[in-house]
């Protein structure tokens, strides 16, 4: 059985060592600004290639906006 986690309220298939990049790419998202969190912490965007991502955590990716 796979394992799953949660991406912005959406169940994704999980695997062992996955990182927030992965789940970057697995949902296509491609915005520049973006926030990320795991299970309500803060990821910085230097650690994404390399921050993993648990089994059954609940993701929230952040499109932030710009303007003026």
């Known amino acids: 059985m796979k394992g799953?986690?949660?991406v912005n309220d959406q169940v994704?298939?999980?695997r062992a060592g996955?990182?927030?990049?992965d789940v970057l790419t697995?949902?296509?998202?491609?915005?520049k600004l973006l926030?990320?969190?795991i299970d309500g912490?803060?990821?910085k965007r230097?650690?994404?290639p390399t921050a993993t991502v648990p089994e059954g955590a609940d993701v929230k990716?952040?499109?932030l906006m710009s303007g003026g």
């Open 26 to 31: 697995v949902m296509n998202y491609t915005f």
């Open 35 to 37: 926030v990320i969190q």
């Open 18 to 21: 996955m990182t927030v990049s």
């Open 41 to 43: 912490r803060n990821i």
């Open 61 to 63: 990716v952040i499109h």
């Open 4 to 6: 799953k986690i949660t």
């Open 46 to 48: 230097d650690d994404w």
């Open 12 to 14: 994704i298939d999980w």
